[in-house]
């Protein structure tokens, strides 16, 4: 039995069943015994306490959702972190996935009921990007479906804060690989038309009751998002109408350029398609280029007469009823023959298109520059800019220019700011923009605090990585250690387990063997010369070779300089004498015999004769003696 059931966390939270379990996390069903209310707990896995990445994510998911509030989004009630437990405490929702609910309808859902979902989870993401966050798994196991049709959108254990720091990072390959964007399968930088393309995938996985790609293994799958194309949806899904067809098709571009740059740019095509379903998009889903290709061909939508389309009776029982972002009801479109397009010639239409824009553009200009009270423009009242740095969010909320303007808010951390507080705003104070404008304001999460890890034991590329993902900035060193493996972090400074701020600057320590300068010189007598060659080379030293008279074989090594097993710096020379293999003559005079066999001559001579000199000349028979001066 799980040892949390039955117990109270902080006293407060009763843990009641297990209803979940996750790859590092459970998730339990409680009640909040102050409330009465019935509460999800997630908890993080007890084996997961010390492993540094995945409390990242897990303290990623609580600091991501806990400042996000949309009814398509799970509420969070509170956060605790410890290093003996950490949990989030969420809204308990009484439904299945909709993954299961897939499953429950042989895979595939009907286009009314894929719009009804596919409207409240870009709502929900696009109040999440407007939050700075990235969801990076969105995937149909994410979505809770409530009896009422409605869905709450889940695990952001993977977002990630637009923050700085996080531009210059390169982000793993992380998600679902089933709905992944190619850059997540590559392993580069995501945004929130990340979100739109696997916003795609379960469109098209809803539509045609299969997954765009499937295959083997998670490595083939995530090269056919970065390479393939699915097949069109006018094969897997005929009975789809056109439009929703090319919707889907489009959030599945491989270059983020060529989707949707928003939800809710997504959510407006969406709402066109809504309004009449005959609509036909001006875009073209090529499946013939390759994927480094960009198409771009979105144009304004075409909009022609037809009714409002709308859901069955039968599916407003499941799902409710779909409306549209106004709040009207829509209603049960005829179905409607398709019309054969006659061809015909576009030459003169461009050529009237290419006038008629000339004409607008001096229109325009004329109207910006001589006209500024122009119906055109003064439509909306103009807003001069105040100095919004250095207020905080909520108090930029309560104010008049919340509602005068379209905020976009992102969230980074700033020592320099105070979190809550507003560091960085665009347009700048001062310029006068149009009412309902969109503007960026920056709003410091305050000093980001990490804890450094023990990355004692990693290869160097690890060890850096794992620090980089925790937003400090990683430099190296070498430091002589035999004790572990060359190119193994010793230590890091600062101490594993220290505080710092994001963005502070590790050491890390790596290993090094002490330098040899000396070596051994090998004992090669014996040897032949080739072998010894190579056994002096091999200690790093420099072989002469001197050759030598000797009965012993020639190329063998005779002795050597030094002897084996001496003591030398590296490179030194190590002469071997090497025999020829032919003896030495030596000629070794016989004082008896060197006369001719006679006893000579001089050696009668008494000592103390004199001085003399002796000269043969020819042979022994001519001989003449100098002595005294006299030749005799």
Known sequence: ?????????????????????GGMANVYKGRDIRTNNAIAVKVLKEEFLDNEELVRRFKNESKAISILDHPNIVKVYDVSVTDQLQYIVMEYID????KEYLKQRGGALTWKEVIHFATQ??????????????????????????????????????????????????????GSVHYISPEQAKGDHTDARTDIYSVGVMLYEMLSGHLPFDGSGTVSIAIMQISEKPKPLAQVAPNVPEGLRQITEKAMEKDPADRYQSAAEMLAAIQAFIENPSIRFEYEYNTQDAPGKTISKVVTNTKSGGTKSGISTQQARRTGTISTRKGSGVKKSASRKPVKEKRFSVLPIFFGMAVAFVIGSAILVYLIFTNSTNPLFSSRANVQLIDFVGQTEDEFRNSDYFALLTPEIEYEYNSSYPEGTIFQQSPAAGRTV????????????????????????????TAKQTLSDLGVSVTTRRETNDSVAEGTVIRTDPASGSQVEGGSTVILYIARPTRVTTTSVPTVEGYTEDTARSAISTANLVTHVVEQASD?????????????????????????????????????????????????????????????????????SLRHRVDNNEVV
Not at 134 to 152: C, E, F, T, W, Y
Request: glycine fraction near 10%.
């Open 552 to 620: 012993q074989p020639a190329g063998t090594v005779i002795s050597q300089s030094p002897a084996g097993g001496t003591t030398v710096d590296l490179n030194s020379i190590v002469v071997i004498y090497v025999s020829t293999g032919v003896p030495e003559v030596v000629a070794t005079p016989d004082p008896s015999t060197s006369a001719g066999g006679r006893t000579t001559w001089w050696d009668e001579i008494p000592e103390g004769s004199g001085n003399w000199v002796e000269v043969y000349l020819g042979d022994d």
């Open 1 to 21: 039995m799980d040892n949390l059931i039955g117990k109270k966390l902080d006293g407060r939270y009763l843990i009641e069943s297990l209803i979940g379990v």
């Open 121 to 174: 989870v870009l709502s929900a993401l696009e109040h999440a990007h407007s939050k700075g966050i990235v969801h990076r798994d969105v995937k149909p196991q994410n979505i809770m479906l409530q009896a009422d049709g409605s869905i709450k959108m889940m695990d952001f254990g993977i977002a990630r804060f637009s923050r700085a720091q996080s531009q210059t990072v390169s982000d793993k390959a992380i």
């Open 434 to 461: 149009k009412e309902r404008q969109r503007i960026t304001l920056k709003v410091s999460l305050g000093t980001e605090i990490v804890t450094l890890p023990d990355v004692a034991g990693y290869d160097k590329d």
């Open 95 to 98: 439904g299945i996935t909709l």
